[in-house]
Antibody, heavy 123, light 107 residues
């Protein structure tokens, strides 16, 4: 059974940093691209970032480019999102999501989602 | 970047009704279009990918069509458990932009 478990969310001041983690199990982690998707309270879904299975290719939404860094440790089956220079508008539930197909291509549509971790940016 | 729009933003229909949601891309995306269902307080669920391919386990009353810039999600006979917000998403290339969502409830 595929499981994705996010952690690391919390309350942080504007300008601060936070690192989210997503522990994956139930599939061959290194074979699948992974993404972070966020949802502000009461709002829609926003794709944030994606990373290839090997970790060699990364992609970012313009809204987070230069501030967020996606990475993965395939030996630990864990996905990360380092978030720096946080702003109030980054307040959201952050989901990690698994690309549907395995392979070299960075699939950015998702068949499994974690339960999410809430990040609140406020003074 | 390609923008995604959806219409309507919300709808109310009776049990058994046929419901259609439209998604439009600002540029052609071939059939690289997915649909998700998000029930209140729950995680999004993949319904359809490649514009018209039903994800495993999804009821056959859901169907998708379209290519290029115009896409539709159809629920052939609305059920109470279909109350949710539905999102389209383009995935031909990053960014994987979502549409703003269509909220469906029961009349």
């Amino acid at each position: 059974e595929v499981q994705l478990l996010e952690s690391g969310g919390g309350l942080v001041q504007p300008g601060g940093s936070l690192r989210l983690s997503c522990a994956a199990s139930g599939f061959t982690f290194s074979s699948y691209a992974m993404s972070w998707v966020r949802q502000a309270p009461g709002k829609g879904l926003e794709w944030v970032s994606a990373i290839s299975g090997s970790g060699g290719s990364t992609y970012y939404a313009d809204s987070v480019k230069g501030r967020f860094t996606i990475s993965r440790d395939n030996s630990k089956n864990t996905l990360y999102l380092q978030m720096n220079s946080l702003r109030a508008e980054d307040t959201a539930v952050y989901y990690c999501a698994k690309g549907r197909k395995s392979g070299w291509y960075v699939e950015i549509y998702f068949d499994y989602w974690g339960q999410g971790t809430l990040v609140t940016v406020s003074s | 970047d390609i923008q995604m729009t959806q219409s309507p933003s919300s709808l109310s229909a009776s049990v058994g009704d046929r419901v259609t949601i439209t998604c439009r891309a600002s540029q052609g995306i071939s059939n690289y279009l997915a649909w998700y269902q998000q029930k209140p307080g729950k995680v999004p669920k993949l319904l359809i990918y490649a514009a018209s391919t039903l994800q495993s386990g999804v009821p056959s009353r859901f169907s998708g069509s379209g290519s290029g810039t115009d896409f539709t999600l159809t629920i052939s006979s609305l059920q109470p458990e279909d109350v949710a917000t539905y999102y389209c998403q383009k995935y031909n290339s990053a960014p994987g932009t979502f549409g703003p969502g269509t909220k469906v409830d029961i009349k």
